[in-house]
């Protein structure tokens, strides 16, 4: 009868320490994707909560984005690029106080070399840009005399006052497509007499 008591008593003492021992589990958010997820939790207690999904435009270069958003649901538009050329030149620009435009074209030189083409008036009158461009994509090309790639190079013609070429500056190409749309960027540049080419713009030039 003793024998039977102590193993009783031990039983329960043992079945005591595993009640214990379960009531000790910290109890918590066991879901790592949730935003209330716990680490130290042993036992998920069904409190998980998630991040609430908000759809809208996730383009940062939409007009309409939304820092808030974090599903995109095909909504974003993007600006309509329209010609700052007058009368739909397709050439622009301020050549040192003086606005000049007109039709212009692209040809392909080959070896990496294309080329924009303006020219105007006859005679005394004549003049000319040579824009070349040592690259096949958009994106930003300075100007320079080397003829390397990643760089662009202008000379301007005039019949009476003859040649500048360009000395410092930046060509920004926005659109590559010679077979299709053409090609559409803006130009800056300073020439080696010191003339100052400003608001220089090509549209959908071919």
Known sequence: MKRTLKSISTLTLAFGIIISLDSCKKEGCMDEAATNYDSEAKEDDGSCEYEEEVEGCTDSTATNYNALATVDDGSCTYPVATNPCTGGAEFCMDFGGTAKSGDATVSDLGNGRWRVYWTTGTGNDYEQVELDIYGSDVGTYSIASSGAAGTAGLEYYHATDGVEEGASGTVEVT???????????????????????TDGNFYETK
Request: proline content about 4%; overall charge negative.
């Open 175 to 197: 659109t590559w497509d010679p077979t299709g749309e053409g090609l559409t960027g803006t130009f800056t540049v300073t020439t080696d007499q010191g003339t100052e080419i």
